[in-house]
């Protein structure tokens, strides 16, 4: 994954370097500009079984800020926000490995520095007994789950040590 770029970015950005799981590592520029869900629509992706994304919808492209370019091909951890708790996607990966959904709300990393809030479904796809990719499906978050989520994965990054 590319670092992120002031160039692409809208608005005043602190940096972090993040690592992800797979020891890979990316330079983000991160705001506070929220993109509202648009109320009415789902936001819907398709991965392998590894997280890379194989499908997504158009409004999926429109909030990511990512052209479907860059977005097909790539893992699902290009949205990760740094707000995320690691915890939330170890709680998400146990689940859909067992063959079960996960819900729960996400804060994601737009292109351009920003964030959006989703309630997530993640639904695995099972054939002849064998996980073999998944589908998430993302509805608008109600403002008062974001407010109490925000403040739970405060804690809960405080508690990983960040
Ligand atoms: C179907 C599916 C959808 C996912 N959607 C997101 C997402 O919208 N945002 C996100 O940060 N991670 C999402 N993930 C989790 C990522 O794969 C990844 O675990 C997460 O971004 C944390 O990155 P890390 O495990 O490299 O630290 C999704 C995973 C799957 C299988």
């Known amino acids: 994954m590319h670092d992120m770029r002031p160039e692409d970015v809208r608005g005043e950005w602190r940096e972090y370097y993040w690592r992800y799981f797979d020891g890979t590592s990316r330079r983000l520029l991160i705001t506070d500009e929220e993109t509202r869900f ?4 789902l936001i819907v992706s398709q991965t392998d079984v590894a997280g890379i994304i194989t499908m997504c919808n158009e ?19 290009i949205l990760r926000h740094p707000d995320m708790p690691k915890a939330a996607f170890a709680d998400l990966w146990t689940t859909i490995e067992m ?3 996960w819900s729960g709300y996400v804060k994601n990393l737009r292109r351009d520095g920003g964030f959006y809030w989703v309630y997530a479904t993640v639904i695995p796809k099972i054939v002849d007994g ?9 509805r608008e978050p109600s403002r008062d789950k974001v407010d109490e989520l ?8 405080a508690e990983e040590g960040r």
């Open 38 to 41: 648009p109320t009415g629509e």
């Open 59 to 77: 409004a999926f492209v429109h909030m990511s800020g990512f052209s479907r370019e860059e977005i097909m091909g790539a893992p699902h951890s």
């Open 99 to 101: 063959g079960k959904r």
């Open 130 to 138: 064998a996980v073999v990719g998944h589908t998430s499906v993302r």
């Open 150 to 157: 925000a403040a739970v994965y405060a804690t809960m990054r």
